[in-house]
T-cell receptor
Framework: EAGVAQSPRYKIIEKRQSVAFWCNPISGHATLYWYQQILGQGPKLLIQ????????DSQLPKDRFSAERLKGVDSTLKIQPAKLEDSAVYLC?????????????FGPGTRLTVL | LAKTTQPISMDSYEGQEVNITCSHN???????ITWYQQFPSQGPRFIIQGYKTKVTNEVASLFIPADRKSSTLSLPRVSLSDTAVYYC??????????FGAGTILRVKS
């Protein structure tokens, strides 16, 4: 079974530039999550999708971050404009239904460096 | 959301049993306890989940006392490859999982 795919794996940009990350979840998984993990900290949930609808985006900085999951499969997370403090690993995860008791399967992440 | 408290780091030697305890004093009735493992440059990986008493799978055991205010992840006979960060999470149906800082486990030869 293929796991969660993410691209790119690494990205370096200047502050105020824009960047986009892509995620392809495990086939058949209805729920997709985007996390931000700053060095030395645990992952922080940014947004959770159930199919193509948003379940929770309470911690998404909406003035600069946006995410979409068209057709309920792939998802894109965008940052525009980027700030220095956005340097982090962006993790995508998926689960079958979306209950907190469901196992979340994580991708390898995209490491973003903002200079 | 139940807050969890774990040790920041632990050291062990190969072949030893490692127990990592997590405190979650305000756990709710419908909350489950889940542990994830994360290696450098990888996403977290599910280890084990439980509600009460003891759960065992092929890689770990989870001990939960009757009051459920804490839980202990037990890793039998650790090896160097078990060096990782271990996260304890608490959540119930509809409640999002919140990752804390986790416990850095270092296994030495």
């Amino acid at each position: 079974e293929a796991g969660v795919a993410q691209s790119p794996r690494y990205k370096i940009i200047e502050k105020r530039q824009s960047v986009a990350f892509w995620c392809n979840p495990i086939s058949g998984h209805a729920t997709l999550y985007w996390y931000q993990q700053i060095l030395g900290q645990g992952p922080k949930l940014l947004i959770q999708f159930q199919n193509n609808g948003v379940v929770d985006d309470s911690q998404l900085p909406k003035d600069r971050f946006s995410a979409e999951r068209l057709k309920g499969v792939d998802s894109t997370l965008k940052i525009q404009p980027a700030k220095l403090e956005d340097s982090a690993v962006y993790l995508c995860a998926s689960s079958l239904v979306g209950r907190s008791t469901d196992t979340q399967y994580f991708g390898p992440g995209t490491r973003l460096t903002v200079l | 959301l139940a807050k969890t408290t774990q040790p920041i780091s632990m050291d062990s030697y190969e072949g030893q049993e490692v127990n990592i305890t997590c405190s979650h004093n305000n756990i709710a009735t419908n909350d489950y306890i889940t542990w994830y493992q994360q290696f450098p440059s990888q996403g977290p990986r599910f280890i084990i989940q439980g509600y009460k008493t003891k759960v065992t799978n092929e890689v770990a055991s989870l001990f939960i006392p009757a009051d459920r205010k804490s839980s202990t992840l037990s890793l039998p006979r650790v090896s160097l490859s078990d060096t990782a960060v271990y996260y304890c999470l608490v959540g119930g149906y509809g409640n999002k999982l919140v990752f804390g800082a986790g416990t850095i486990l270092r296994v030495k030869s």
